[in-house]
């Protein structure tokens, strides 16, 4: 028996070309060699690919096309990781039956970017998880499709006024960003915007990131249509949502969503375990609550089978009527649907300060003082060595009701075994709970020493803290990476132990710290990078 067999390779060295009327590669394998580059303009300007026609980029490749990109091949499009294709038109579409897996994609021209192909990547394939996805000024309409980063660098995602529409009015909202974080950490930032315009990002800061290199976290928001946060029974991965969160009572059924809720959804599932401070973003617009939309507004979760009892517990911000509002949440490990909700319940406590200072050698004293106490059931003393992640050290039992002033007090021995970030948990009897400020002391309460220490976090800002003999004068001035001057304030400390506590207003960057005065010069500096305020 003979038998025929036929193989057909089309291999084409690109090093600059240009098509005003389309490419379609039916079945060809394109090699690029170096900073090779297609241009396909024209309004018709349409990469298609079919028949298994297939590309095979360089390290410094471009493919700049005005018109759709379509892949009908029965593979990803790409052979290897490497090079980067722009879509430079107006209102362009990445399609097919087949996604396509993008090393670089970059959106410039006019008009608003379509993916009409589900599971969709940026970012590289199995060589290396480098590329980047480049919104520009231009949005990413998501239409109900998946759109996966597999990059996992807080940096894959880069924008400069673009965004991502995450918008499906519907049970299940599958315009999901799917991210692999895999084991990095940090704050990675989804871009996600409204078709108006308007940013609302979403930032997962993985504080303890996930131990698999294939780790991933899915996000999606959208807006409900009317005034009313209705269930969704398809929404969760823990369990139908059956009613909406009601502040004062377990009331079922759908009675208080209206009145309670911001009118925005977030899903969030994760792949595996993973620790992360949250933060939430909305349309002022979007707050339709009428009791106190201004007052207290805290992250909401659903478990499978109800609301948690009060979502201030996890963190919370005063509510806005208007421009774009957020709300951070903290040290959280649970990731089904989210909702930020009001908080009508009076609080338990009512904090009129709290302040954490060196005591002896070696100590911490924590003073707090309240106004009045209801149904308030102990305080938790909390610690931190970076100001992110916390965990009890101690407590002391609440006092009763009362609405007179109270002062407690609370001695940390042994400095040296735990870090120099101090705040308090509230507890209330029905286990509700909220958190006080972040105070920060010296790192090792050594009262011998007189030289100022510096410390930065985002939250509480730069603290300075030391020892003096006398009164001084000092200077504290901020540089940019550039080397200009963007913050300066002056200060004294007085005799004994000083802490100084400056939040100047950042953009995300790093930055330069210099602490003086006339008598000493430069007596420390320090570089530290921030998120931005």
């Known amino acids: 028996m003979n038998k025929f067999f036929k193989i057909f390779f089309l291999i084409v060295s690109i090093t600059e070309f240009s098509y005003s009327q389309g490419l379609i590669n039916n079945g060809a394998r394109i090699v690029f060699t170096g900073a090779s580059q297609i241009y396909i303009d024209g309004a018709t300007g349409n990469y298609s690919s079919t028949a298994n026609g297939f590309i095979t980029p360089s390290a410094s490749s471009s493919i700049t096309l005005l018109g759709n990109w379509t892949n009908n091949a029965g593979n990803n499009a790409f052979t290897a990781d490497g090079g980067g294709v722009m879509l430079a038109g107006a209102a362009q579409t990445i399609g097919g039956t087949n996604a396509s897996a993008f090393h670089n994609l970059s959106l410039t021209g006019t008009n608003t970017k379509q993916l009409a192909v589900n599971g969709t990547t940026v970012g590289g394939q199995a060589a290396t998880f480098t590329g980047v996805l480049s919104l520009g000024t231009r949005p990413l309409n998501l239409n109900n499709n998946r759109l996966d980063i597999t990059n996992p660098l807080t940096t894959a995602i880069t924008q400069s006024g673009g965004y991502i529409i995450s918008e499906t009015n519907a049970a299940v909202n599958n315009s999901i960003v799917r991210w692999y974080m895999r084991t990095t ?13 308007t940013q609302i990002p979403f930032t997962f800061n993985a504080t303890a990131a996930m131990a698999n290199a294939a780790g991933f976290i899915d996000v999606s928001t959208r807006a409900t249509a009317a005034n009313d946060n209705q269930p969704w029974a398809g929404a969760s991965n823990v369990g139908a949502v059956s009613q909406m969160f009601c502040p004062n009572n377990l009331t079922t059924g759908n009675v208080c969503a209206a009145g309670s809720v911001i009118d925005r959804w977030w899903d969030i599932t994760n792949s595996h375990p993973v620790t992360a401070d949250i933060t939430f973003s909305y349309l002022g617009s979007e707050n339709t609550i009428t009791n106190a939309p201004t007052g207290n507004i805290g992250a909401q979760f659903w478990d499978g089978a109800g609301w948690v009892l009060d979502n201030a517990s996890f963190g919370s911000n005063v509510g806005v009527t208007a421009g774009v509002g ?3 949440a903290s040290g959280i490990a649970t990731f089904c649907p989210w909702v930020l909700t009001s908080k009508l319940v009076p609080l338990p406590v009512e904090l009129l300060d709290f302040k954490a200072n060196c005591f002896e050698e070696n100590k911490v004293k924590l003073n707090w003082v309240t106004a009045s106490e209801i ?13 992110i992640n916390f965990s009890k050290i101690g407590s002391e039992i609440a006092r009763g009701d009362r609405t007179a002033n109270t002062s407690y007090s609370y001695i940390v021995n042994d400095k040296k075994s735990f870090g120099n970030y101090f705040k308090l948990r509230i507890v209330d009897k029905d286990y509700s709970a909220r958190l006080s400020k972040i105070e920060t002391v010296n790192a090792d309460c050594d009262i011998k020493k007189s030289v100022p220490k510096l410390y930065f976090n985002d939250e509480v800002g730069i603290t300075i803290v030391g020892n003096s003999d006398k009164l001084k004068n000092y200077s504290l001035a901020i540089a940019d990476a550039a080397g200009r001057i963007v913050f300066k304030n002056d200060f004294n400390f007085t005799e004994g132990f000083n802490s100084v506590n400056l939040k100047p207003l950042l953009a995300k960057g790093v930055y330069l710290a210099t602490l003086s005065n006339s008598a000493e010069g430069v007596v420390v500096s320090k570089k530290f990078p921030t998120f931005g305020n």
Do not use: Q, R
């Open 375 to 387: 149904n308030c059931s102990h305080y938790e003393i909390l610690n931190s060595v970076d100001g």
């Open 185 to 197: 950490g940090g704050a990675h930032i989804y871009p996600f915007g409204v078709l108006a315009g």
């Open 326 to 328: 957020s709300v951070l």
